[in-house]
């Protein structure tokens, strides 16, 4: 099974700050990686596939980047509503594994 | 709009089983793979299971396998979940998501299991 190591596990960051976030697999796959954007109570949306295509209705400031095993998120100037847990996913092979998450807080 | 009502979820006892559904509309069902995925309280997303769209091809997490069967009824639009042998830590809420990436996501059902 592939796993999917994500950090940090946790953040604080401020309004307007630029923030990343690192997924590393165990094992290459390809561009096959998607990231989800979780708030408190409420159902995952997925923001990015195929490691970098944002998802319709995205705001243009986060962006995906990496191939193989190295991915990254980065959010350019975090907003009040992007406070939330970030969860990255492999979608190579199965079982598709999560990333244990990356709760970004606020400052 | 892509709608997954997910339902069956409840409080049952440890060893017991429960049969998860998910009604889908909005599109068409028989054309699209199906997952089940979970979240424990405070805990991360856990994959669970995957069907393909005419259900030839079925993939367990090995913490599921052997007692959990995933299947679908692509004439009535829907998705199954049958969960036997229920363990206390599998207290979760149960997502019926949409395509092999993930791209669509029910709300969830509450599933507790507790003596």
């Known amino acids: 099974d592939i796993q999917m190591t994500q950090s940090p596990s946790a953040m604080s960051a401020s309004v307007g700050d630029r923030v990343t976030i690192t997924c590393r697999a165990s094992?290459?796959?390809?561009?096959?990686l998607a990231w989800f954007q979780q708030k408190p109570g409420k159902v995952p949306k997925r923001l990015i596939h195929?490691?970098?295509s944002l998802q319709s209705g995205v705001p243009s400031r986060f962006s995906g980047s990496g191939s193989g095993t190295e991915f990254t998120l980065t959010i350019t100037s975090l907003q009040p509503e992007d406070f939330a847990t970030y969860y990255c996913?492999?979608?190579?092979?199965?079982?598709?594994?999560f990333g244990q998450g990356t709760k970004v807080q606020i400052k | 709009e892509v709608q997954l009502v997910e339902s069956g979820g409840g409080l049952v006892q440890p060893g017991g089983s429960l049969r998860l559904s998910c009604a889908a509309s909005?599109?068409?069902?028989?054309?699209?793979?199906m997952n089940w995925v979970r979240q424990a309280p405070g805990k991360g997303l856990e994959w669970l299971s995957y069907?393909?769209?005419?259900?030839?091809?079925?993939y367990y997490a090995d913490s599921v396998k052997g007692r959990f069967t995933i299947s679908r009824d692509n004439a009535k639009n829907s998705l199954s979940l049958q969960m036997n042998s229920l363990r206390a830590e599998e207290t979760a809420i149960y997502y019926c998501?949409?395509?092999?990436?993930?791209?669509?996501w029910g709300q969830g059902t509450l599933v507790t299991v507790s003596s």
């Open positions: 069907i393909s769209s005419s259900g030839d091809t079925i």
């Open positions: 094992q290459g796959i390809s561009n096959s």
């Open positions: 909005g599109f068409t069902f028989s054309s699209y793979e």
């Open positions: 996913l492999q979608y190579n092979s199965y079982p598709r594994t």
């Open positions: 195929t490691a970098s």
């Open positions: 998501v949409c395509g092999g990436w993930l791209a669509y």
